[in-house]
């Protein structure tokens, strides 16, 4: 049987979006649920439609880039978010989210259960424009 990592994946460890390297100039790698925080980290500073081949992958949070901080525009995106993460086949269940804006970047909060898990995890995102 699979483990937890497995069925999470590994994938290139990205910070601020810049690959990184070990002292031996290797990719490090990302696996499990940090792996799955990192993919729905970068799915949702994807602009949904940006890649050409994959027209499911992204979030539409871009489209409110500008847009007056009220509530309708709060509850707008909490709604891209939860639309976007529940994308991820890896996600069983999104219990919350949440976004709040500044003027040049938005903190998200996304509330859910891997398909390998029974436990919550919480995840905080900074995503700037």
């Known amino acids: 049987m ?7 994946g590994t ?5 601020n979006g810049d690959i990184q390297f070990d002292f031996n100039q290797d990719f490090k790698f990302v696996t499990g649920k940090a792996n799955l925080s990192q ?11 940006e890649l050409t081949y994959y027209d499911n992958y992204g979030s539409r ?7 007056p901080n009220n509530i309708l525009i709060k509850n707008k ?6 639309e976007s993460v529940a994308r991820d086949a890896r996600i069983k269940k999104i219990t919350n989210t949440d976004i ?3 003027s040049d970047s ?3 909060e996304v509330s859910a259960v891997a398909i390998t898990d029974n ?3 919480n995840l905080v995102f900074n995503i700037e424009w």
């Open 119 to 121: 436990v919550e995890s």
């Open 77 to 82: 995106g909490k709604g891209y978010i939860f």
């Open 106 to 108: 938005m903190r998200v």
């Open 11 to 15: 994938d290139i460890r990205l910070i």
């Open 61 to 67: 949070l871009a489209t409110l880039i500008g847009s």
């Open 100 to 102: 709040t804006f500044a």
């Open 2 to 8: 699979a483990t937890q990592d497995e069925f999470l």
């Open 39 to 49: 993919a729905l980290k970068n799915r949702l500073n994807t602009g949904a439609g």
